[in-house]
């Protein structure tokens, strides 16, 4: 075994927190407009059909009383939950390019994004789908709930690795402590 010392080089935390800022501001502003986008989309296709349906009336009816309205509002509950994890994701990317990446600010927005995830992982492993009743005419809807573990999987990784490098900071954190007290 080698005895090199491992350093955390601050500066280049510094560049990979910007660009893992940046990442997710982009990622904020695609989901943003999925959200706002696709509505608009499905309401131009069904315009030629029904010319006198106002906007907000289709929206409400995609999203309240349509029989595939669950299905819709939980799709938008997950948008509305990775934009959250991605405002985390940029918030520890704030933390990281600040003067001192290595800090206990970073390990705040560690376990934040760590809770944002579990949600995110929690709300993936269930989806809602609709079936027609029958192919001759799909006019009555089943609805049908579904459990996923690939999610469950994937995301016991990814916290996995987010505890390893929550431990990892909190050593460097106290570490820097224990050598401004010495001197």
């Known amino acids: 075994m080698s005895d090199a010392p491992y350093a955390i ?11 893992l800022r940046h990442l997710a501001a982009i990622g904020q502003i695609f989901t943003v407009l999925g959200i706002l ?6 309401y131009a296709i069904q315009l030629p059909a029904a010319p006198t349906l ?3 009336t289709f929206l ?14 939980y799709a938008l509950m997950k948008a509305c939950v990775i934009l959250v994890m991605l405002g985390r994701v940029k918030h520890l990317g704030d933390a990281l390019s600040s003067n001192e990446p290595l800090a206990s600010d970073t390990l705040r927005h560690l ?7 579990a ?6 492993c269930f989806s809602i789908e609709i079936k027609p009743d ?7 809807f089943t609805t049908q709930w579904g459990v996923s573990m690939t999610p469950l999987y994937l995301g016991a990784i990814v916290l996995l690795g987010l505890s390893i490098v929550r431990r990892i ?10 050598t401004q007290e010495f001197v």
Do not use: C, H
Not at 9 to 19: C, E, F, N, T, Y
Not at 119 to 124: E, T
Not at 169 to 178: D, P, R
């Open 9 to 19: 080089s601050q500066a280049q935390l510094r560049k990979d927190g910007v660009r």
């Open 37 to 42: 986008g696709i509505p608009l989309i499905l």
């Open 54 to 56: 106002g906007f907000w």
């Open 60 to 73: 409400r009816k995609i999203l309240i009383t349509d029989p595939t309205a669950m299905v819709n509002s």
């Open 111 to 117: 376990k934040w994004l760590g809770y944002a995830i």
């Open 119 to 124: 949600l995110l992982i929690a709300m993936m």
């Open 134 to 140: 029958s192919m001759i005419q799909p006019v009555n």
């Open 169 to 178: 900071v909190s050593q460097a954190v106290a570490l820097k402590a224990e």
